[in-house]
């Protein structure tokens, strides 16, 4: 079984930062990208920013400059750094991740599983 635990949101001011935080536990053999997405009330979930196992990142347009997703390998974790931080950035945020478990890998099965994480509420008051 796979978990991905978030931590890190709360309530900040405009302008302010914030680090979120995403722990992948359980039986990994490897994790691909991983990443951060997000749900404002009414509105679709949208991606923010996703980091490949290399290291080459992605960014939705509205976060370029003000947010950085980074991860340690070796603790199966990824980060989104957020600076700058508007009302309009409060929302759920989600990890997601993309891995191959150790069943897989086991298995021969050449996949890979997505898997989400609970969502931590970040509010930007302004």
């Known amino acids: 079984q796979v978990q991905l635990a978030e931590s890190g949101g709360g309530l900040v001011q405009a302008g302010g930062s914030l680090r979120l935080s995403c722990a992948a536990s359980?039986?990994?053999?490897?994790?691909?990208?991983m990443g951060w997405y997000r749900q404002a009330p009414g509105k679709q979930r949208e991606l923010v920013a996703i980091?490949?196992?290399?290291?080459?990142?992605t960014y939705v347009d509205s976060v370029k400059g003000r947010f950085t997703v980074s991860r340690d390998n070796a603790k199966n974790t990824v980060y989104l750094h957020m600076n700058s931080l508007k009302p309009e950035d409060t929302a759920v945020y989600y990890c997601?991740?993309?891995?191959?478990?150790?069943?897989?890998?086991?298995?021969?099965?050449?996949?890979?599983?997505?898997?989400w994480g609970q969502g931590t509420q970040v509010t930007v008051s302004s």
């Open positions: 997601n991740a993309d891995l191959i478990t150790m069943a897989d890998f086991i298995s021969h099965l050449l996949r890979t599983t997505n898997y």
């Open positions: 359980g039986s990994i053999f490897s994790i691909n990208a």
């Open positions: 980091i490949a196992s290399g290291g080459s990142t």
